[in-house]
């Protein structure tokens, strides 16, 4: 699962590339030709270049094959010692604070045209990457989407030690975009087969591997996901090799043209690839949309969610030969550590109950996986609504499942007894939430500021079924 694109201005090189073939379109804003030619990559970088030196969709006159042959060639002259050159010299413009279009002027004039679009793009996601990658960011190659798609190197290792632990020595990463999943993969120890398709995807991850001095645990190697999940022998799920792998890490695309694909039967590879790689290959994990319906989860087959910061970043399905659990939550700490909930099946619905003292907000996670119920027999809790996920306590909570919030004043939703009800209680700034209503947060916030100086935090959902208001004192997060 591969997408690119250079954000640039004049003079930048712009693409787009996907589990299709890529499409490639370039503007300068002078029609001068480059100062050389880049020169033949040697040492480490001949790796990069030697890694596949034919199109599939050329040599198949897919109308896409010459635009998808122009980013790879793009790819290669960044991968030079010359492109490395151009790489640092882009990467010294933004240090600098120079603007776009002076940058890519110097830097036609400095390293040439072929060069310079490609070197600020690659540069700039550098510079993005360094937040989550930390110091490998300026080893590696990145796009826009590549590293939006890439997540968290903790989760990328997480995963990675999981899937091995059942005693799996040779994971097939099919779709492997940047890379970082081989990357995590090869760092717990596993020789990586990495297969994608896309020439683009093979040649980052080329670039990528090598760079972390991965190659000797690594092969890139061009294939069709659906061909190989297709070719492993039907039978028991107790064996079975893909790409001559007895486990797999499967990240399929799920976004066109910069939207993302709700249906799991218009990813690439489809659902069918996705449903059958967890029948046939025990050892595998899926990485799947967060929003997927519970229904497609196969029997035995154990759904994860896991969030970060309050928003969910990743889903995974584990295969039954990983499996551990019905459902787990988890949740990356901002420490680095991950807590984790488990179910062996499904706890139904917590009880419901009015409001108490205490207003609790669990976890995304816990939402998605259903693990509701778990946290609040954890809290003594119950459910403000059967239809919404607020618990309710008498105390206080200590869990990292929760946001908690102290109770103040519960009434029905009218908004001018709710502006009364702030002013009376000096309050001119809030904070809205909301579930299970159709109320803009935004706007009302708006409509409640007031001249006092306290702040509150405004709930708006049902209890019982009926539009409710619950003003409330921050306590205590996550």
Not at 18 to 32: D, E, I, Q
Not at 89 to 96: D, W, Y
Not at 392 to 418: G, H, M
Request: with cysteine.
């Amino acid at each position: 699962m591969v997408q690119m694109l250079w954000h640039g201005v004049a003079g930048a090189a712009v693409a787009g590339v996907s589990h299709r073939p890529c499409r490639w379109h370039s503007t300068h804003v002078s029609a001068s030709h480059s100062t050389g030619s880049p020169a033949r990559a040697t040492g480490p970088w001949a790796r990069l270049v030697a890694v596949s030196s034919t199109h599939p969709a050329a040599e198949s006159g897919d109308p896409s094959g010459d635009e998808a042959t122009e980013t790879v060639r793009q790819l290669r002259d960044v991968a030079t010692p010359a492109g490395a050159a151009a790489l640092d010299r882009a990467a010294a413009l933004l240090a600098e604070g120079v603007d776009a279009v002076a940058a890519l002027t110097r830097l036609r004039a400095e390293v040439g045209v072929d060069l310079a679009g490609p070197a600020w793009g690659f540069a700039r996601q550098r510079a993005r990457a360094r937040a989550v990658f930390g110091a490998d960011a300026d080893r590696l190659l990145f796009t826009g989407d590549t590293l939006e798609q890439a997540g968290r190197p903790v989760l990328a290792t997480r995963r990675a030690h999981r899937l091995l632990a059942g005693g799996a020595t040779a994971v097939a990463d099919l779709g492997c975009a940047a890379g970082t999943d081989t990357i995590a993969l090869a760092r717990a120890g596993a020789r990586v087969v990495a297969v994608d398709r896309d020439p683009v995807a093979r040649e980052l991850t080329a670039f990528n591997t090598a760079a972390l001095g991965l190659a000797d645990r690594v092969q890139v190697r061009a294939a069709d996901v659906v061909d190989l999940v297709a070719a492993i022998p039907d039978g028991p799920a107790t064996g079975g090799r893909v790409a001559g792998c007895a486990a797999a890490l499967l990240d399929p695309a799920r976004r066109a043209g910069g939207r993302r694909l709700l249906d799991p039967d218009r990813w690439s590879p489809p659902w069918s690839t996705v449903s059958r790689l967890l029948d046939v290959l025990p050892t595998c994990v899926v990485k799947v949309a967060p929003g997927l319906d519970h229904d497609r989860v196969p029997p035995g087959v154990e759904a994860e969610w896991v969030s970060a910061g309050g928003s969910i970043v990743e889903a995974l399905l584990w295969g039954r030969g990983v499996s551990a659990a019905w459902r787990r939550a988890a949740q990356l700490r901002p420490d680095g550590s991950v807590a984790e909930l488990t179910a062996d099946a499904d706890p139904g619905l917590a009880p419901v109950a009015g409001v108490r003292a205490w207003l609790h907000e669990p976890d995304p996670a816990v939402i998605r996986s259903g693990l509701v119920a778990l946290v609040a027999e954890q809290l003594d809790g119950s459910l403000v609504d059967p239809t919404i996920a607020y618990l309710t306590s008498d105390a206080a909570a200590d869990s990292p499942w929760v946001s908690s919030y102290r109770v103040a004043e519960v009434l029905p939703f009218n908004l001018k007894k709710l502006r009364a009800l702030l002013r009376a209680r000096g309050v001119g700034r809030v904070t809205v939430k909301k579930r299970g209503s159709a109320i803009e947060p935004e706007t009302l916030a708006r409509q409640l500021r007031g001249p006092g100086s306290g702040t509150a935090v405004v709930v708006v959902t049902r209890v019982a079924g009926a539009p409710t208001v619950l003003v409330c004192e921050p306590a205590q997060a996550r």
